[in-house]
């Protein structure tokens, strides 16, 4: 299973002390999933905060990107179908066809970038599709350095 974990501190409201909540990213039964658990380990509160479908939202999302690092998915070998490859992409995204069209020229070219498992859980999609495509990691390299 793909899963990415990160913390985000924050203080605790009961104590003063540091309230850790810890969110994870995974993909189970063919879907994207997010949750968030708070806890501190100076009063010992603790609870579940989120466990939802979808795409997480921001602070969660930068915080898994600051913890593990961006990927990239770009398609590989021959020129795919792009009928095929808009319709995961707007089924995933859930961006209106002009949008679509975007996200599939740089899927295409330079490759998209966003958390290891949304680009693992888009290649999944497209390859249901017939679409090959790779992740890797997006690092430290500048934009349209990693030609292979
Ligand atoms: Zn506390």
Not at 21 to 46: M, T
């Amino acid at each position: 299973m793909t899963e990415q974990t990160a913390k985000i501190e924050s203080r605790c409201d009961g104590c003063g002390g540091i309230l850790v909540r810890q969110v994870n990213q995974f993909i189970d039964r063919g879907q994207l999933w997010w949750d968030a658990e708070a806890s501190c380990a100076s009063c010992g509160v603790g609870w579940c905060e989120s466990f939802e479908s979808g795409k997480p939202p921001e602070v969660v999302r930068s915080a898994l990107l600051a913890a593990n690092g961006p990927s990239r998915l770009r398609v590989v070998g021959p020129a795919p179908n792009l009928v095929s490859v808009l319709k995961v992409l707007r089924e995933v995204c859930e961006v209106p066809l002009p949008q679509a069209r975007e996200l599939a020229d740089e899927l295409i070219d330079a490759g998209l970038v966003g958390t290891l498992v949304e680009m693992e859980f888009l290649r999944t999609r497209l390859r249901g599709r017939g679409v090959a495509a790779e992740v890797s990691l997006a690092g430290q390299s500048a934009p349209g350095a990693a030609e292979v």
